[in-house]
């Protein structure tokens, strides 16, 4: 690959997809191996080793990318970082109202009564609700970022959002340990 590599590439025009929330799955798996086909260490072995570590260089920033733009949480987050706007890193609360974080607390709280309760069905509800509620965040971030390109909104969407995640990998934990 003898393509030089820019300081700041950006990773929808690496995979040659249209820099939006709502992206081709199929596409953007496809582009990647298409792309990590080019830049496997057996097909740069016979170059020197300047074109082996672009290549290599190359591959590195295909994975990252590819790992940014298959998640939505974080692709949403790259947009708004591509568009000017910094998500801050998990449990900023900054912007987010105090309905909001007061819910929070109201689901910590539930879950940690099912874990000290042990009880599976009252934690499988409350899995269901936060994943409902994802779901609804993840479209509304969908049309803040490609139809209205509201990007302050979806910015603090996006914080809500890395809570409610945050949650379900927590209430995952729960279910490990009510497992054991």
């Known amino acids: 690959m003898n393509i030089p590599l820019k300081k700041n590439p950006d990773y929808f025009e690496i995979f040659a997809i249209a820099p939006k929330f709502h992206i081709d799955m199929g596409s953007l798996n496809t582009n990647f191996r298409d792309f ?3 830049v496997h ?3 740069t072995a016979h170059l020197g080793d300047a074109e082996r570590r672009l290549s290599m260089q190359w591959a590195t920033l ?3 990318a590819y790992q940014t733009l298959k ?3 974080d692709r949403a987050s790259y947009l708004l970082r591509i568009n000017g706007i910094e998500t801050h890193s ?3 609360v900054d912007g987010l109202s105090e309905e909001f974080l007061m819910e ?3 689901w910590r709280e539930a879950l940690q009564e099912t874990i000290e309760n042990a009880d599976i069905k009252e934690l499988d ?3 269901r609700r936060i994943k409902t509620k994802l779901t609804g965040h ?3 971030l969908g049309n803040l970022l490609d139809s209205e390109q509201s990007y302050t909104a979806a910015a603090n969407l996006v914080k809500q959002t890395r809570f409610l995640d945050r949650l379900l990998s927590e209430i995952n934990n729960a279910y490990e340990l009510l497992e054991n």
């Open 62 to 64: 295909a994975n990252e």
């Open 36 to 38: 990590q086909r080019q």
């Open 104 to 106: 929070q607390m109201e």
């Open 138 to 140: 993840l479209d509304k």
């Open 125 to 127: 509800k409350l899995e």
């Open 71 to 73: 998640k939505p949480l």
């Open 41 to 43: 260490p057996d097909k």
């Open 90 to 92: 998990e449990g900023h």
